[in-house]
């Protein structure tokens, strides 16, 4: 039995999606990619992977106010 994870379908259906030209994109296409992204987002959080992208994430945002001083 084939099971495919949720997190990386996700991805995969958001490369799709971006990879439209922005012209051809309706104000529902922006707003469902939003959501899937938000989706994959609330996915990956809880993970290991989402863990060390928050901890990048965290120490570039304190690099940038302590250059900003």
Not at 22 to 50: H, M, N, Q, Y
């Given at each position: 039995m084939l099971t495919i994870n949720v997190a990386?379908?996700?991805?995969?259906?958001?490369?799709?999606?971006?990879?439209?030209?922005?012209e051809a994109r309706s104000r529902f296409d922006e707003k469902l990619t939003v959501v899937i992204v938000l989706a994959l987002g609330v996915l990956i959080a809880p993970t290991p992977a989402g863990q060390g992208i928050l901890n990048i994430l965290g120490q570039l945002a304190s690099g940038v106010t302590q250059a900003s001083r």
């Amino acid at each position: 039995m084939l099971t495919i994870n949720v997190a990386v379908l996700l991805a995969v259906i958001v490369i799709w999606r971006l990879r439209r030209r922005t012209e051809a994109r309706s104000r529902f296409d922006e707003k469902l990619t939003v959501v899937i992204v938000l989706a994959l987002g609330v996915l990956i959080a809880p993970t290991p992977a989402g863990q060390g992208i928050l901890n990048i994430l965290g120490q570039l945002a304190s690099g940038v106010t302590q250059a900003s001083r």
